[in-house]
């Protein structure tokens, strides 16, 4: 079944519970974890047990609301968590063809020990839906079910220089026990994706060194082109000097750039006859 609005824990003066620590029917007493309308527990023997609403009403979304509740109460009761690696891993295509690789380590991941935690406690400009502390370090973590963290808490995220991960949940895994989730949550790399980690900064800046190197590689190799262009006998005229007398360093800046820019809209060289119509008019 697994139908999105059917859920298997429910609010219990206050608590998280699950269906097998309630009787069957509504004398339950529990409500919707999402809405808060009484719920009945189904106990029956064909359909998994499951809640559901008293009125009939469905209630989309409550397995989300469930996990992020869930988890967050985990959290407070678990000591350690195992964390995967960082791997920067940047792929560029580049305008004049190849493709640029960088790989690069941040972060050795692990298990971190927990000391204290913090539940959505603002941090600057942002909440953290989970802030782990281990030792002096603190880890931000983002749970996302179905709405993944959005680009402007990434910056912020950014800005505060902080390590954050994000924990993605699937809306079945409102299904599991208190255990299997905790134990999820705890050992699983899967579903740990890193967001930021301060050390990333470096791999982007090497990653950008080694970009702007090949850019430069491929304009050197472009440069005894123009070389041969510029003694080639052309007749057109400047305004102030012909191609085949030393051209000023203001007309081989604008040459390079022309030239460049052919290399990237066409994806080739230009020809002899192409490239006399890169000079400046
Ligand atoms: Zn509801």
């Given at each position: 079944m697994h139908a999105s609005q059917n859920a298997v824990y429910a609010e219990l003066n206050g608590n998280l519970i699950h269906i097998s620590e309630v009787p069957r029917g509504a004398s339950c007493g529990c409500l919707c974890v999402k809405c808060g309308e009484p719920l009945i527990a189904r106990k029956g023997q064909i359909r998994q047990h499951h809640f559901a609403h008293?009125?009939?009403s469905e209630c989309h979304g409550v397995n989300e609301t469930i996990l992020h509740r869930l988890a967050k109460e985990i959290f407070q009761e678990i000591n350690s968590i195992a964390i995967p690696p960082y791997i920067f891993e940047k792929s560029r295509k580049l305008k004049h063809g190849p493709v640029l690789?960088?790989?690069e380590s941040v972060a050795r991941g692990g298990k971190v020990t927990i000391n204290r935690i913090d539940l959505e406690t603002a941090e600057n400009g942002f909440v953290p839906d989970v802030t782990l502390h281990s030792g002096y370090k603190k880890l931000f973590i983002e749970?996302?079910?179905t709405n993944k963290v959005k680009r402007e808490k990434l910056r912020l995220i950014r800005i505060s220089n902080q390590p954050a991960i994000e924990i993605t949940l699937k809306e079945e895994d409102a299904f599991l026990s208190r255990d299997e989730l905790r134990l999820k949550?705890?050992?699983?790399?899967?579903?740990?994706?890193?967001l930021f980690?301060?050390?990333q900064k470096?791999?982007?800046r090497n990653y950008l060194k080694k970009l702007q190197d090949e850019i430069r590689k491929y304009n050197a190799c472009a440069r005894p082109n123009r070389a041969r262009m510029t003694n080639l006998p052309v007749k057109k005229t400047f305004s102030r000097?012909?191609?085949?007398?030393?051209?000023?360093?203001?007309e081989l800046a604008i040459y390079d750039q022309n030239y460049f820019e052919f290399c990237r809209k066409h994806k080739r060289e230009p020809t002899d006859e192409e490239s006399r119509k890169l000079w400046p008019q």
């Open positions: 008293l009125s009939g690789e960088h790989v749970i996302a079910v949550l705890q050992t699983n790399l899967e579903s740990k994706k890193w980690h301060p050390s470096d791999a982007e000097a012909t191609v085949n007398h030393n051209p000023s360093s203001w």
